[in-house]
């Protein structure tokens, strides 16, 4: 029986989203300034999409009026060039509910949703809050599993159950298990846009036929994560897994406790941002620092050459 399907005229994403960071001053004020200005890097580094709010958005430590304007400031800079997704990762249905009310507000083109946040939500009462959120919000929605991260896995067959969902129409697929790209598309067929949300998986998951990439590192490097999008798409798989194999060691920088700071610190070494983050985060030191440091070092001092792949 063919599954149901989202509300037509509804958008389908694909290509490069980064997930992008929230800038602060060194008073842990939020930086409008330096927001807009690396919105806008993003956008004309050729990114398809931005979301807002993340977890490398820092969205615990944010209040809701907080992320409600960070959000805005990506819908003013966009300026409907590319769809801003603002992430919806509150810790109850109610603050969700009032989150989505002003993001549609605001004049966002649509949400990322966690099904659930720091409570570990069995299937039952993670689609019950994914259903309540999208009805609520009436805009389309790309659901964000992260097992790993939040101990809720909305499986294969869950999103079956959840296809007559008529706003949902994506996923964002953050397991360490690239079998379950091949596993989602088996099972839902084209029923939602797939997004690979690990970064160190983004070529495999292309590969695997994933629609885009919810991505960390493009923050710094949003020129070579869209190269390797456009590689694979055209099916020059050996390029892009030249540009790929260059990256690794800092799209491995991702899939760590401290992202954030990882990557704020690429982008501060990029020239593309500061390393500010807001309490209880603190920027690398130490030991820890060096070795970061010199792993973007390293990929400063090799960057490729894109020039002429296009």
């Not at 507000?105 to 949703?113: D, K, S, T």
């Not at 966690?114 to 809050?129: G, H, K, Q």
């Not at 970061?292 to 020039?307: F, Y």
Request: a negative charge; proline letters at 5%; charged letters at 25%.
């Amino acid at each position: 029986m063919p599954l149901p399907q989202a509300k037509a005229n509804l958008p389908r994403w694909t290509g490069v989203f980064p997930a992008v960071t929230t800038k602060f001053k060194p008073n842990e004020d939020l930086d409008v300034a330096e927001m807009e200005r690396h919105f806008e890097f993003q956008i004309a580094n050729g990114v398809d999409g931005l979301v807002t709010g993340g977890s490398l958005g820092e969205a615990s430590t944010l209040t809701l009026e907080e992320k409600l304007e960070v959000a805005s400031i990506a819908v003013r800079v966009s300026n409907g060039r590319v769809p801003v997704l603002a992430n919806v990762s509150e810790t109850s249905t109610r603050n969700a509910l009032r989150y989505v009310e002003g993001a549609a507000r605001i004049g966002v083109e649509g949400l990322m949703l966690m099904p659930a946040v720091l409570y570990p939500a069995d299937t039952r009462e993670a689609i019950a809050n994914v259903r309540t959120i999208c009805a609520a919000a009436a805009l389309p929605t790309m659901l964000y599993n992260n097992p790993v991260s939040y101990r809720v896995d909305l499986k294969p067959e869950d999103m079956v159950e959840l296809a007559d969902c008529e706003w949902l129409v994506a996923i964002k697929e953050s397991t360490d298990n690239i079998r379950r790209v091949t596993d989602l598309r088996n099972v839902l067929g084209n029923r939602y846009q797939l997004f690979i949300g690990v970064d160190d998986l983004s070529f495999e998951a292309l590969a695997l036929g994933c629609d885009g990439l919810l991505a960390g590192l493009c923050d710094a490097f949003p020129a070579e994560t869209v190269a390797i999008y456009k590689l694979m798409r055209a099916k020059r798989y050996d390029e892009a897994l030249k540009i790929y194999q260059w990256f690794m060691p800092l799209l491995h920088l991702d899939v760590h406790a401290k992202l954030v700071q990882n990557i704020k610190l690429a982008e501060m070494m990029a020239g593309v941002g500061n390393e500010n983050v807001r309490r209880p985060r603190l920027p690398l030191v130490g030991e820890e620092r060096a070795r970061v440091m010199a792993i973007i070092q390293r990929g400063l001092d090799t960057r490729p050459d894109l020039s002429r792949l296009f």
